[in-house]
């Protein structure tokens, strides 16, 4: 079974650019999630999704970044404009959204570098 | 009180020994506990997860210990080897992991040969 797709693996901009990630979930997972790690810490949430509603965009800063995840599958991320303090490893994580324990299965995350 | 507090923030252990990383958390309603594990370049990968309904949870090589009175959990690695030198993080969510997961800032090991 393929696991979380994530692309592109890295990338540079300039600050002031805009950036997009893109996610491809495990097959069948209904939940999808987006999570930023700074260097040296933890994930933390930045938008979770049942099929194509965004369920918990709490963490989302709204003004610059923004998300969407058309029929419930694929999911984009993007950042419009970037910042010095957007650079971070931008994780997607998805699950089947079943039974008692909802294990969350990580893609391998897009390491932006902002200049 | 939504944090997890995770320590030591760094670990070495000799191959063999045993590795230990704590945990603690404020939110009592948080009922799901996992540990994930990542290699540099990778995404974080589940290891070990606990309900608060055991006190103990043993996988192989990897035990959780799980103390609700005190609000506390950790992670033990027995005979550690080379191959277990990674980051780790403990977590916790509520409703069983649907909620959103609240990472602790990570301990990397390193297990030395």
């Known amino acids: ?115 | 009180q939504q944090q997890v507090k995770q320590s030591p923030q760094s670990l070495i252990v000799q191959k063999g020994g045993i590795s230990i990383i704590n945990c603690a958390y404020e939110n009592t309603a948080f009922d799901y506990f996992p540990w994930y594990q990542q290699f540099p370049g990778k995404g974080p990968a589940l290891l070990i997860a606990i309900r608060p309904d055991v006190s103990e949870k043993k996988e192989g090589r990897f035990t959780i210990s799980f103390n609700k009175s005190a609000k506390q959990f950790s992670l033990h690695i027995m005979d550690s080897q080379p191959g277990d030198s990674a980051t780790y993080f403990c977590a916790a969510s509520s409703s069983g992991g649907y909620n959103k997961l609240i990472f602790g800032a990570g301990t990397r090991l390193a297990v030395h040969p």
């Open chain 1, 1 to 115: 079974e393929a696991g979380v797709v994530q692309s592109p693996r890295y990338k540079i901009i300039e600050k002031k650019q805009p950036v997009a990630f893109w996610c491809n979930p495990i097959s069948g997972h209904n939940t999808l999630y987006w999570y930023r790690q700074n260097l040296g810490q933890g994930p933390e949430l930045l938008i979770r999704y049942e099929n194509e509603e965004a369920v918990d965009d709490s963490q989302l800063p709204k003004d610059r970044f923004s998300a969407e995840r058309l029929k419930g599958v694929d999911s984009t991320l993007k950042i419009q404009p970037a910042e010095l303090g957007d650079s971070a490893v931008y994780l997607c994580a998805s699950s089947s959204g079943s039974g008692d324990y909802n294990e969350q299965f990580f893609g391998p995350g897009t390491r932006l570098t902002v200049l």
